[in-house]
């Protein structure tokens, strides 16, 4: 079996995981392959055309499969308890890049932390995870990737019977804010240490042997993510800390979503009813995450009280580290070099015009290179005042088109894919795959259709956590 495992989680403390294995299922096939990731883990195309290893119904040779336990704040609301309860790590694999790959099935069965669920999943999540992951690390942003993807021949019952589906995830780990957040609370600093040291050299290899250190590593990877998602037009929609990983990267993809129309009080996720997870609330509610971290690191300090001032400084920080990233993605977006005022003010008018025309978040912005962004404004005069205004800067058409994404995963062309899926058609899967893994392509004929707006009638106003 080709699969170089070196499994390296599945040596910590016996009561910080459950192994587990996947439970078979009736009739796997797979619908996706990731050759190019497989190749970054030393792995050949045909390593990856065994629909049973992605299923769960054959465990490949060096796997040690294991539920990891975690908690988290739902909402706001601690929850003491939850952990993998619809997904197994099957083991860690050292890629081409000397780095170290969880391999995850999602959807793969039951395990002790399932609680009331049945730990699998059905189609369209597993389809969305896929369409999203592989768009966001194609258009550069921190993420977990999608490894392949199989339908199981089962039903999953979700108010209505649906197709289930196992999503194979690759991660640098699946280590969240939640998992230091269950041994701070259960007191078990033997525990908390031992994935502290772990996260040390697993993640920041190059930092201090220091809790406060790597809590300003964490907040720093933290703030230029979000400032990424927000530069997108990217809503997660659940930021739970739970859903918070500590490498840094997007994890969790449930009811995300991109925005079409531009307004900072986008919200797409169902069961989001206060908006607490809305596109603007983005940066706070990750300083936010970030204290509940700071507060996780506490007992590992000798000295408490210094320890809690240290941290309240360091959590106070995310506000200006974050403004630098998303002053600077801005400005990029607007295809200048450097930041300076005129770049602030003039993003912060075209921000404010777009949201009072609800212009196209994406279009407005790849529009800037292409000439076209005036076609998202009624008020012709005040964007023409702004272009001339913004000319004088002298942006760079290179810089311009690779920060500004033509094509994005709209919601209307993931809800299309997944019907599809549903009947057994993955061809348009595939075709808008294709498409989301050159983000940054100029379009032409036949690409333009993916870069078009929804109509009324296509566009897709909620997004569910798919669980
Ligand atoms: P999420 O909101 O998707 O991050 O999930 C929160 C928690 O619920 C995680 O611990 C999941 O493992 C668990 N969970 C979600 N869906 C299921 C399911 N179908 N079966 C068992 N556990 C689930
Ligand atoms: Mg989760």
């Not at 065994?50 to 490949?60: K, L, M, Q, S």
């Not at 595939?430 to 379009?443: E, G, N, R, S």
Request: glycine share 8%.
């Amino acid at each position: 079996m080709p699969f170089r495992f070196d499994n390296s989680y599945a040596d910590l403390p016996a009561h910080m995981f459950t192994k587990t294995m996947p439970i078979p299922v009736a009739s796997p096939s797979l619908f996706a392959q990731n050759t190019q990731l497989g190749a970054q883990l030393g792995l050949e195309p045909r390593d990856l055309s065994d629909a049973d290893v992605f299923a769960g119904n054959a465990i490949p040779k060096g796997a040690d499969p294991l539920a990891q336990l975690y908690a988290g704040h739902q909402f706001g609301s601690w929850n003491p308890q939850l952990g993998d309860g619809r997904a197994i790590l099957l083991g860690e694999i050292k890629g081409t890049d000397g780095q170290r790959y969880d391999i995850q099935l999602k959807g793969a069965g039951r395990t002790p932390y399932s609680r009331g669920g049945d730990g699998r999943a059905w189609l369209g999540p597993v389809m969305r995870e896929y369409l999203v992951s592989e768009a966001m690390h194609a258009m550069g942003v921190p993420t977990t990737r999608a490894l392949a993807a199989a339908t199981t021949g089962e039903t999953v019952y979700r108010e209505e019977p649906l197709p289930g589906a196992v999503l194979t995830r690759v991660a640098q780990s699946h280590i969240r804010v939640g998992t230091f957040q269950i041994y701070a609370a259960r007191q078990d600093t033997h525990a908390l240490r031992v994935l502290y040291e772990h996260v040390l050299s697993r993640h920041y290899p190059d930092i201090d042997d220091d809790p406060a250190t790597l809590l300003n590593a964490v907040i720093t990877r933290q703030a230029n993510l979000i400032a990424k998602w927000m530069g997108l037009g990217f809503i997660h929609g659940v930021m739970n800390t739970d859903n918070v990983s500590i490498a840094g990267e997007t994890i969790d993809y449930g009811p995300c979503a991109f925005m079409d129309s531009y307004h900072p009080q986008t919200v797409f996720s169902a069961i989001d009813q206060m908006g607490r997870y809305a596109y603007q609330n983005q940066p706070n509610i990750a300083a936010w995450n970030m204290a509940q971290f700071a507060t996780s690191l506490i007992p590992l300090m000798p000295d408490q009280d210094a320890a809690i001032t240290t941290f309240t400084a360091a959590v106070n920080r995310f506000p200006d580290i974050y403004n630098d990233a998303y002053r600077s993605v801005l400005a990029s977006k607007l295809g200048l070099k450097e930041v300076s005022e005129d770049s602030d003010t003039l993003a912060t008018e075209l921000l404010t015009l777009m949201a009072d025309e609800h212009a196209d978040f994406t279009n407005t912005f790849a529009g800037l290179a292409s000439g076209t962004a005036n076609a998202q404004f009624v008020s012709q005069d005040v964007f023409a005042d702004w272009q001339r205004r913004w000319a004088r800067l002298q942006p760079d058409e290179t810089i311009l088109t690779q920060h500004n994404p033509t094509i994005i995963p709209r919601n209307h062309r993931i809800a299309e894919a997944i019907a599809a899926g549903q009947a057994g058609d993955f061809q348009v899967f595939d075709d808008l795959l294709d498409m989301l893994t050159k983000p940054y392509a100029p379009l032409d004929d036949k690409t333009e259709a993916y870069a078009r707006a929804p109509s009324t009638d296509e566009r897709v106003t909620r997004t569910f956590c798919g669980t």
